[in-house]
């Protein structure tokens, strides 16, 4: 059983790292969007592996497995995504090639 202080305290750093979380990212400018994207897709791949430890460590219990599982699932959804819209993004710097009819003349 959890003592009382401690669920106070880890619900109110929660409370606050996401507070802080949500006043950093609304903060970033959108020139600044894709590395930081990066970032946080390799931040990602690291939950990613903390996630797989736990999901197959021996002598947990069931729901530990099964919150394992779930973060594996999720954080991998989260991995794919973030660089397939870091990958989507990046093409729209990319210069277009010089079409055909222009190298004719």
């Known amino acids: 059983m959890m003592n009382p202080a401690v669920l106070i305290a880890s619900v109110y750093v929660f409370a606050l790292a996401a507070f802080l979380g949500y006043q950093v990212i609304s903060r970033v400018p959108p020139l600044l969007h894709t590395p930081l994207m990066s970032a946080t897709n390799a931040i990602s791949g690291i939950s990613l592996i903390g996630s797989l430890v736990l999901a197959g460590a021996k002598g947990y219990p069931l729901p530990a497995h099964i919150l394992g599982f779930v973060a594996v699932t999720t954080a991998t959804i989260n991995v794919v995504g973030g660089f397939g819209i870091t990958d989507r993004m990046l ?15």
């Open 91 to 105: 093409k729209m710097f990319r210069k277009k090639p010089v079409e055909a009819k222009q190298e004719a003349k």
